[in-house]
Every structure is written in C-alpha cells, then in structure tokens.
C-alpha cells in the first residue's frame, strides 16, 4: 500500500503530480499544516518537522521531495520516468532532483525575504547563479535530464512555476516559459492541479486569503 501525506497548495503538490504522472494506486492522507499550532503533533511520527510531502510505502517512510522521487521513480520502473541505474541521463536526473530542494529552494526563500548575502554565507550560493544555471540548461536541452520528460522535470517545473507565476520571485525568462508550458501540458499535471485547486477551496486558511482577508 502507498499512503501519500498532503496539504493542498503546498510543497507537496509536486508529489501529487508526480504520483499522477506514475499512474499508480495510492492512498492520499491531507495534513493540517495551515490550522493553529501547525499539523498535529502525531504527524511528527511520519515527518519530525511536520511538514508535508511524506509517502508510507508497504511501512516504510519516505521524507523529502528528492527522496520521493527518486524512490518512487526506482519502486515503479515500468512507468518509464526514472533513468535506471547504469542510463547515461541518471546522472542529470539525482543532480536536477537535488538541486531543486537543496539549491533552488532555499536561494528562492532567501531572495523572498529579502536575505543578503555572500555566496560562501550559505551552501546553496547565490539566486543570480541558480538562474544563470537554469537558463543556460535549458536552453541547451528540452527537459532536466536530457530528450526525455522525467520525474526530475516534475519537481523542476513545479518550482520554476510556482516562483515565476505565483510568487513572481524567479524571472520570467522565455526559455523558462517554454519550460513550464511543455511540462504543464501534461494530463497529470491538469489532473492534479483541478484536484488540488478543489481540495484547497475546502480549507479555511484559503476561503479567507481568496476573499481578501488574509495576505
């Protein structure tokens, strides 16, 4: 059995879509992180910040998107979106999972909050290095790990998305554009976004923000 923890419109929206696109049967479990005091202290037992995404998969836990993906994508390899151990694109494909939650991420909150700093401050460098970095692979390739769609461009393009259209943090870069538009035209990626986008119109924290009384 798969059981996948999620908040609607959050960091784990991503799995959401990443699970859609596997085609597989799973369980989905909502957490409360928006309510007061934050997800319920028994959630600590799944994910010890209790933060969302988590999978339980046949007992066993899974914490962080990377690690999710890339478990998911070996667990189901008949789906045909993880590079198998000995691929030439595997390599790209662990490097652009990583880096979206250990680069990307964490310079996108830095640059949200208005965070100075010096490359050497932090481990994950400066924003102006992750952009050019992006811009400059995809511009050369079609998806994050080459020729071919996989579970790497699920996690990348959900975050060029999120921080470029919602957020308005990353630029809009055409090459960016082009990305996100292939990636997003997807029938997992509608499928996941219309139930997500439901899911959420149920929560109170997001009755509030869409009808003006939260910011």
Known sequence: MLKFYHAPWSRSSVVF??????????????????????????????????????????????????????????????????????DADRAAYLTTLVYHDAVFDPVICARAHGISYASNDYPFGLFEDMVAHLERRLSAQPWAAGERFTLADVMLAGGINYTMNMISVLPKKPVFEAYVARATDRPAYRHSSERDAAMAAEIPFFQEMLAGGRK
Do not use: C
Request: proline share 7%.
């Open 17 to 86: 879509w990443l699970l859609e696109e596997l085609g597989v049967d799973y369980e989905m479990e909502l957490v409360d992180i928006r309510g007061e005091g934050g997800a319920p202290e028994a959630y600590r037992a799944i994910q010890p910040n209790k933060k969302v995404p988590a999978i339980e998969h046949d007992g066993t836990v899974v914490t962080e998107r990377a690690a999710i993906a890339i478990y998911l994508g070996d667990a189901f390899p008949q789906a045909g979106l993880a590079p198998a151990v000995h």
